[in-house]
């Protein structure tokens, strides 16, 4: 009978990428870690590790169980928060991933405030492409996600906020501070992250859809890279976000929203197959209100909740606590 103990081992086994390695870091005898590999590789009848003189790596059918194996171990890892949690105070650690696209200060912000909303919570941040952070919530390394999306996964469960408008940013000198069609961007020289970055795969579709071809010059998958790009005029991007006053300086033009409009929505999101544990359903609350709050304070252009409200007169007052 498979047990705990044999996915443990060759998860050590596997991200060590040696048995010598893996018992060194788990504290068991050499031989006797292969003895249950090699039981857990007869138990299901198939090959789990190609061994070389380099080490080892996982065959097709060890690519699965890896996969699968983490999984559970992660789930048995968080196993006594759930139980905790239980009880119906928000205790435990929350892992969240939020999207870099989103305001730069919002990270440090956030953690701040759950910090002092929720002094029995223990929050683990994540910051990266939204994308990434789907992935990584599908995997169980992530609870939550804050992020943008063109297409919807239905294998994940998700709280829509808002739909966020592209917009155009350009150096000042280049900026005329007005709509821009997407025919003209599509000319312009383009600086934008390369697939399967969110923005750029609604960007592709339009242009693809109005038969346009666009002129990238440069592709930067970090947001920081692609600013610095624009700031040396470079060319132009594309941000789903119509307020740069977290970006220090004064080179960047006035955003230019884009005509006809192309949108992402941004979404909370977590796994589908596992229900929330009261401390990161206590956690996503929070986030609700605090990304309200601060699109509200900002009066972030191109913003359309969900709900049909517009960003200026939501009533964000519940969040000041």
Known sequence: MMQYRHLHYFVSVVEAGSFSRAASTIHVAQPALSQQIAQLEEQLGVSLLLRSARGVRPTAAGEVLYREASSILKRLQQLPGIVRSGTGTAKGVVRLGMSSTFVTTAPAAFMEQCKASLPDVVLRMAVSDSPTIKRRVTEHELDLGLVLEDELTPTLARMPLFRQR??????????????????????????????????????????????????????????????????????????????LSDMSGDDLGAPEAIEPPVYLTCSIISSGNFPLANAADAVRDLLTQFVETTLHQAQAPGVEWIDGTPAKSRNTSRISR
């Not at 600086?191 to 859809?209: G, V």
Request: hydrophobic content about 55%; proline content about 9%.
């Open 166 to 243: 592209l917009f155009l940013i350009r150096h000042q000198a280049a900026s005329k501070g007005k709509p821009v069609q997407l025919a003209d961007l599509a000319a312009l020289p383009l600086i934008l992250p390369p697939a399967p970055n969110m923005t750029r795969t609604a960007l592709n579709r339009a242009f693809a859809t109005a038969k346009l071809t666009p002129n990238v010059v440069m592709e930067a998958d970090v947001v920081a890279n692609i600013i610095a790009a624009v700031r040396a005029d470079v060319g132009g991007s594309v941000l789903p976000r119509g307020d």
